[in-house]
């Protein structure tokens, strides 16, 4: 991916993962709870393939890359949490298609997935 290409890319999964945030909230107030963990769970993944766009000029395509990714990242960033944090948010995910996820617990993923975008945004700061 040429440079440019890279920084577009990394403004769009910017600009989309915010959109994604705001779409969950919608859906959360409507109680649809299924929507609002698809786009809850689509807003964490964008931030980690940022995130891996930023510091490594790597496009992760798939969830294990993700998955693998972040592991990566935990790891270098001595942080065990952070791939467990990931880990309770793939929850989201799997939400959409299982509900599993009770209304009165939702905001717990709520708060974490934001705790978790924003874990991630500082690291890059601190790049």
Same mark, same amino acid.
Not at 36 to 42: D, I, K, V
Not at 62 to 80: C, G, P, W, Y
Not at 109 to 114: F, Q, T
């Given at each position: 991916m040429?440079? !440019?290409h890279?920084y577009e890319k990394?403004?769009?999964?910017?600009?989309t993962?915010d959109?994604?945030?705001?779409?969950?909230d919608?859906?959360?107030r409507?109680?649809?709870l299924?929507?609002?963990?698809?786009?809850?769970?689509?807003?964490?993944?964008l931030q980690?393939k940022?995130?891996a766009?930023?510091?490594r000029?790597? !496009?992760?395509g /798939? !969830?294990?890359?993700? /998955?693998?990714?972040?592991?990566?990242?935990?790891?270098?960033?001595? $942080?065990k949490?952070?791939?467990? /944090?990931f880990?309770f948010?793939e929850?989201?995910?799997?939400? &959409?298609? $299982?509900e599993?996820?009770?209304?009165?617990? &939702?905001?717990?993923?709520?708060?974490?997935?934001?705790? &978790?975008?924003?874990?991630?945004? $500082?690291i890059i700061?601190?790049?």
């Amino acid at each position: 991916m040429r440079k !440019h290409h890279v920084y577009e890319k990394i403004h769009e999964y910017e600009v989309t993962r915010d959109e994604y945030l705001k779409n969950a909230d919608e859906f959360l107030r409507e109680g649809k709870l299924r929507k609002a963990s698809e786009f809850m769970w689509g807003a964490v993944a964008l931030q980690i393939k940022r995130v891996a766009l930023i510091m490594r000029r790597e !496009h992760l395509g /798939t !969830h294990k890359q993700i /998955t693998v990714f972040i592991k990566r990242l935990a790891e270098s960033q001595n $942080d065990k949490d952070l791939f467990k /944090t990931f880990r309770f948010l793939e929850r989201l995910h799997t939400n &959409f298609y $299982d509900e599993e996820i009770e209304p009165d617990e &939702f905001e717990i993923y709520r708060e974490e997935a934001h705790k &978790f975008i924003r874990k991630l945004e $500082d690291i890059i700061i601190k790049k």
